[in-house]
C-alpha cells in the first residue's frame, strides 16, 4: 500500500492561492494510507486534526493538501460523517456512579 503511495506521481498544486508541495501531498496521502483498511483499500476517516498529525502538518495544510488530491483524481472524499452517537437521557444517578466498571478506579 505504501509502495503505491511512494510510486505516484505528482505535482506541486495550488488550492486557495497558496501551494502545496509533492512533499506535503505525499505525507498526507502517507497518512491517509494508515488509516485505509487493509482488504480493500477503503474506510479512512481520520479527523483533519488527527491527519494533520500524523502528517506533520498544519490542519490548514492537511485541508489543502486534501482538496489538492482529490483535484488530481487520487482522492474521493464523502461529506458528513463524523461521529454518530446516541444521546443518552438524563436520569437519576446510578448507585455505582463515581467508579468505572473494571478499572478499580473509584
Known amino acids: 500500500m505504501y509502495s503505491h503511495v511512494r510510486a505516484l506521481t505528482l505535482a506541486p498544486t495550488a488550492v ?47 485541508r489543502r493538501a486534501v482538496r489538492a488530491l482529490e483535484s488530481a483524481g487520487v482522492l474521493v472524499t464523502e461529506l458528513g460523517g463524523g461521529r454518530r452517537s446516541e444521546p443518552v437521557p438524563p436520569g437519576p444517578p446510578s448507585a455505582s456512579a463515581g467508579t468505572r466498571a473494571g478499572t478499580g478506579f473509584e
Do not use: H
Open 16 to 62: 486557495g492561492g497558496r501551494l502545496v508541495s509533492v512533499r506535503v501531498l505525499r505525507s498526507v496521502l502517507l497518512a491517509i494510507a494508515y488509516y485505509l483498511d487493509a482488504a480493500d483499500w477503503s474506510g479512512a476517516f481520520p479527523s483533519m486534526p488527527t491527519l494533520a498529525a500524523r502528517a506533520e502538518v498544519s490542519v490548514s495544510t492537511a
